[in-house]
């Protein structure tokens, strides 16, 4: 088996997201959007092409606020299936927008997107992917396995030896502790 860690140190795009982004805990609801819609844009092409792209992204889509990407309408969709810099798929686009107004609606209940995270875990691989399938948006098993690896909540990110798995292990993620407890907090304050 093949891990992550055995392939992205030293390599120019790879070896940055391994060192200081993949498996580290994410609790903001910008952050784990951005990350939710870089797994979906990801879906059929390589994660090299992602990372490159990922700054593109960012400044595309408003650098992934939830609030602002909720309210985009024909003309914002327009100016993303025109932008060369992102993936251009309208399925995707449709996707992020709407997974916007899902983390919008997700914290009327639970605060934020990250609250309800920890209000599900913990969960197996295959009772996340039935959540997020019936929750978001073009979310298959390999887009939710990644996006929850990559956010602290499955384990898999990197092998035990690996030093950054030493840096992550540090900050607790919810992957490793037996249950999370859930911080409801009903609707988020200003």
């Given at each position: 088996?093949?891990?992550?860690?055995?392939?992205?140190?030293?390599h120019?795009?790879?070896?940055?997201?391994?060192?200081?982004?993949?498996?580290f805990?994410?609790t903001?609801?910008?952050?784990?959007?951005?990350?939710?819609?870089?797994?979906?844009?990801q879906?059929g092409l390589?994660?090299?092409?992602?990372?490159?792209?990922?700054?593109?992204?960012?400044?595309a889509?408003?650098?992934?606020?939830p609030?602002?990407?909720a309210?985009y309408?024909?003309?914002?969709?327009k100016?993303?299936?025109?932008?060369?810099?992102?993936?251009?798929?309208?399925?995707?686009?449709?996707?992020?927008?709407?997974?916007?107004?899902?983390?919008?609606?997700?914290?009327?209940?639970?605060?934020s997107?990250?609250?309800?995270?920890l209000?599900h875990?913990?969960?197996?691989?295959?009772?996340?992917?039935?959540?997020?399938?019936?929750?978001?948006?073009?979310?298959?098993?390999?887009?939710?396995?990644?996006?929850?690896?990559?956010?602290?909540?499955?384990?898999?990110?990197?092998?035990?030896?690996?030093?950054?798995?030493?840096?992550?292990?540090?900050?607790?993620?919810?992957?490793?502790?037996v249950?999370?407890?859930?911080?409801?907090?009903?609707?988020a304050?200003?």
């Amino acid at each position: 088996m093949s891990y992550y860690c055995d392939e992205a140190p030293g390599h120019p795009w790879h070896g940055p997201y391994h060192d200081t982004e993949y498996g580290f805990p994410l609790t903001d609801d910008a952050g784990l959007l951005g990350r939710l819609i870089l797994e979906i844009n990801q879906a059929g092409l390589s994660w090299l092409t992602i990372l490159k792209k990922q700054d593109n992204f960012r400044r595309a889509y408003e650098g992934f606020d939830p609030e602002r990407l909720a309210r985009y309408g024909a003309r914002q969709k327009k100016r993303l299936l025109s932008d060369a810099s992102i993936i251009r798929n309208r399925l995707k686009v449709e996707a992020a927008i709407a997974n916007a107004k899902t983390v919008l609606e997700l914290r009327k209940e639970h605060g934020s997107f990250h609250n309800w995270l920890l209000a599900h875990h913990p969960k197996s691989k295959a009772e996340w992917v039935k959540l997020f399938k019936a929750t978001f948006r073009f979310t298959g098993g390999e887009i939710v396995g990644e996006f929850l690896m990559s956010i602290g909540f499955l384990p898999g990110a990197h092998r035990p030896d690996c030093p950054v798995f030493k840096q992550i292990a540090k900050q607790k993620p919810a992957w490793m502790t037996v249950s999370a407890t859930p911080r409801r907090r009903g609707k988020a304050s200003s």
